[in-house]
């Protein structure tokens, strides 16, 4: 028997409602995604490291006996980088999931990071997410920062991306800018400057992820599971060793990185990120006068941002951040 009308109409409504953040930002964003054996290989964990039939997607497990992750087949010289990520459900407290760039298995003492980390949760708890930027070795002077997430990431993935170029660093959720960070002279070595593999990993921080490690992580809980498909990589690949060469043959591809919507701030795109970081930043370095009572050269104190914060860098209205929760509004 056919459907009526109105019922055929409220089909199609909730079908296109059911369409993910994450597909929303892929498209929003113009990506093309990879297969996980055209871009990454296993890193760790043997069996705790499942990739899905059709080859799109991995899932990352912890449990009592090791973590997982996994590593890109390249080396870039910039570019961006994207996953949609879902994450552990219930309660998944001291469990860290990773995506992030680093070439420290390179550059031992001088290595470069950019790092997406989630830091647990404690069931009823808002969800938090952590950006880092470390260049040259210079983990001693972290670029840290933390906010709490608008939604449910363990509900239906979203979106995750790092943008690297030559100038400057963009952390996305779905198709929302949350961080830039510009390159400067006041920087000097701390900007990361050389190639990088990206990864993805799941593990044990019961030490310092939740509530700086009062929550550890409770195996009666495990496996603790986190899906990432839409894997994004584009960027120019590169020898770590031969980079003068490196250098000439990737100047075209930054270029194309450059010119891509992702690398574009648009007013929207600045007035969606200012909007996020008053709603939802927990923790800045460049207020955490207490470990760093001289300020960074390279932050950009804001007074009237700068009073929501005590000096230690954490914010001093949380509860008003997790009242207004609300999905991120795209630009």
């Known amino acids: 028997m056919a459907a009526a009308p109105g019922m055929a109409t409220a089909v199609l409504l909730v ?87 680093s070439n420290g298995d390179v550059f031992r003492k001088t290595h470069d990071e950019l790092d997406l980390e989630f830091l647990g949760n404690i069931r009823g708890k808002d969800w938090r997410i952590q950006t880092n930027v470390y260049g040259n070795g210079s983990t001693s002077r972290g670029r840290e920062e933390r906010y709490f997430l608008p939604f449910d990431p363990t509900a239906e993935a979203h979106r995750y991306s790092i943008l690297w170029t030559p100038d400057r660093i963009i952390f996305y959720i779905d198709d929302t800018p949350i961080r830039e960070v510009v390159r400067s002279d006041a920087m000097a070595g701390d900007y990361p400057s050389k190639p990088m593999s990206i990864y993805a990993t799941i593990w044990d921080g019961s030490t310092w992820a939740t509530a700086n490690g009062r929550y550890k992580v409770n195996y009666k809980y495990a496996p603790f599971v986190a899906k990432l498909s839409d894997l994004v990589l584009r960027g120019c690949r590169v020898d770590p060793i031969q980079q003068v060469d490196s250098a000439r043959r990737c100047a075209e591809a930054n270029e194309d990185l450059l010119a891509a919507g992702f690398a574009l701030m648009t007013p929207a795109k600045r007035a969606a990120m200012r909007r996020f970081r008053e709603r939802y930043m927990t923790y800045s370095f460049c207020y955490d006068t207490n470990r760093y009572p001289v300020s960074f050269p390279d932050c950009d104190i804001i007074p009237s941002e700068q009073s929501r914060f005590f000096e230690s860098g954490e914010t001093k209205y949380p509860r008003d951040r997790r009242r207004a929760r609300r999905q991120i509004r795209r630009p």
Not at 17 to 41: I, K, Y
Not at 70 to 96: E, M, Q, R, W
């Open 15 to 101: 079908l296109s409602c059911m369409v993910t953040a994450a597909a929303a930002a892929a498209v929003a964003l113009n990506l093309t995604t990879l297969s996980f054996d055209d871009g990454f290989s296993h890193l760790f964990g043997n069996e705790n490291l499942i990739r899905s039939p059709d080859g799109r997607s991995a899932r990352l497990t912890l449990d009592r006996y090791s973590g997982s992750g996994f590593i890109s087949n390249d080396l870039y010289d910039h570019g961006f980088f994207s996953a949609s990520i879902k994450l552990p459900s219930d309660y998944s407290a001291g469990v860290v999931v990773a995506f992030y760039t």
